[in-house]
């Protein structure tokens, strides 16, 4: 791979763009972010990593740009914005994207990517990015790295049809990050990796907000531990009936790992101390949807959903 000549756009970059585009950067690829409250602050100042796994890294010059148009056109575009602002995307990836780009969504939730498509050209191939990593914006062009740091992905749509051709590109995708240190597998089943990710994503996100208290906390009380498991259970179950049988113990496996990780605000608490929506549709009614569907009903993770809507509304 001739990193050089591979070009990559990065879309909201925030903390999920930020430390991922830096890490690319860094490992030789060719980066554009796309910024715009932080624009001058990224441009004279550069980007700040601090990495608790890689340590301090500075970009600088940074290619930073104000104005999808006056990107260069890139091969590969990476979203990191919320799912919230998915309408307002499409014309910013039509402008920065190079004929036949492929198109990461590094976002959380279902239905995304069906939400992105329509509004997409059919010549670009739409992926999904599942992000498995405790990082959070600190300040304008700073990024604070706590731990983890795997990102998997999967093909959703586009010009490439046969299982071979999907598996061929996402696997692609999965080598660009590798060779910039970070652990990444191509995912056979997108809609499935979605809901893994759900499994940490349900209880954590909403219980950090509800009861506003950070994984170390809620991992330490006897009644939130209780209530993330019977919430991961839940999510599991969501899954099977939706026809994805999620690995044996997986959901056990985020439970050990997050009693491991240092203490978290998860990225929905920085969203609701900010003022920003609340990434509702995504996360939690898009699968509660889809479980209803399949004749699955979860009351715990409806009973979140619902508390945590009154939350958003006020």
Same mark, same amino acid.
């Given at each position: 791979?001739?990193?050089?000549?591979?070009?990559?756009?990065?879309?909201?970059?925030?903390?999920?763009?930020?430390?991922?585009?830096?890490?690319?950067?860094?490992?030789?690829?060719?980066?554009?972010?796309?910024?715009?409250?932080?624009?001058?602050?990224?441009?004279?100042?550069?980007?700040?990593?601090?990495?608790?796994?890689?340590?301090?890294?500075?970009?600088?010059?940074?290619?930073?740009?104000?104005?999808?148009?006056?990107?260069?056109?890139?091969?590969?575009?990476?979203?990191?914005?919320?799912?919230?602002?998915?309408?307002?995307?499409?014309?910013?990836?039509?402008?920065?994207?190079?004929?036949?780009?492929?198109?990461?969504?590094?976002?959380?939730?279902?239905?995304?990517?069906?939400?992105?498509?329509?509004?997409?050209?059919?010549?670009?191939?739409?992926?999904?990015?599942?992000?498995?990593?405790?990082?959070?914006?600190?300040?304008?062009?700073?990024?604070?790295?706590?731990?983890?740091?795997?990102?998997?992905?999967?093909?959703?749509?586009?010009?490439?049809?046969?299982?071979?051709?999907?598996?061929?590109?996402?696997?692609?995708?999965?080598?660009?990050?590798?060779?910039?240190?970070?652990?990444?597998?191509?995912?056979?089943?997108?809609?499935?990796?979605?809901?893994?990710?759900?499994?940490?994503?349900?209880?954590?996100?909403?219980?950090?907000?509800?009861?506003?208290?950070?994984?170390?906390?809620?991992?330490?009380?006897?009644?939130?531990?209780?209530?993330?498991? @019977?919430?991961? &259970?839940?999510?599991?179950?969501? /899954? =099977?009936?939706? %026809?994805?049988? *999620? $690995?044996?113990?997986? #959901?056990? !496996?985020?439970?050990?790992?997050?009693?491991?990780?240092?203490?978290?605000?998860?990225?929905?608490?920085?969203?609701?101390?900010?003022?920003?929506?609340?990434?509702?549709? @995504?996360?939690? &009614?898009?699968?509660?949807?889809? /479980? =209803?569907?399949? %004749?699955?009903? *979860? $009351?715990?993770?409806? #009973?979140? !959903?619902?508390?945590?809507?009154?939350?958003?509304?006020?």
């Amino acid at each position: 791979m001739d990193k050089a000549t591979v070009r990559i756009g990065i879309i909201g970059t925030g903390a999920i763009g930020g430390f991922y585009g830096v890490m690319l950067a860094r490992a030789g690829f060719d980066v554009h972010f796309l910024l715009r409250s932080e624009f001058a602050t990224v441009r004279d100042n550069g980007l700040q990593v601090d990495s608790a796994v890689h340590g301090a890294l500075t970009l600088k010059p940074v290619q930073a740009y104000a104005d999808a148009a006056d990107m260069p056109a890139c091969d590969w575009l990476l979203v990191g914005a919320k799912t919230t602002s998915n309408a307002a995307l499409a014309p910013l990836i039509r402008q920065a994207a190079a004929p036949g780009a492929k198109v990461v969504l590094l976002q959380n939730g279902l239905g995304v990517e069906e939400q992105l498509r329509p509004l997409l050209p059919p010549s670009l191939h739409l992926l999904g990015g599942l992000c498995f990593i405790c990082v959070n914006r600190m300040a304008p062009g700073v990024v604070r790295h706590q731990a983890l740091g795997a990102l998997n992905l999967g093909y959703h749509s586009g010009p490439a049809q046969t299982a071979v051709a999907r598996q061929e590109i996402a696997e692609q995708g999965a080598g660009l990050f590798r060779a910039a240190q970070i652990e990444s597998q191509a995912m056979p089943n997108l809609e499935q990796a979605r809901w893994q990710k759900l499994v940490w994503n349900v209880p954590y996100n909403g219980l950090s907000v509800l009861l506003k208290a950070s994984t170390t906390p809620l991992m330490k009380d006897i009644d939130s531990r209780a209530l993330i498991q @019977a919430l991961m &259970a839940e999510v599991v179950e969501g /899954a =099977r009936a939706c %026809g994805h049988e *999620l $690995p044996v113990g997986y #959901a056990e !496996h985020l439970f050990a790992i997050t009693e491991k990780m240092p203490d978290y605000w998860p990225s929905m608490y920085h969203d609701f101390t900010e003022r920003r929506p609340l990434e509702l549709e @995504a996360i939690y &009614a898009a699968p509660l949807s889809r /479980a =209803r569907e399949a %004749g699955c009903v *979860l $009351p715990r993770m409806e #009973a979140l !959903h619902q508390a945590l809507g009154f939350i958003d509304r006020h």
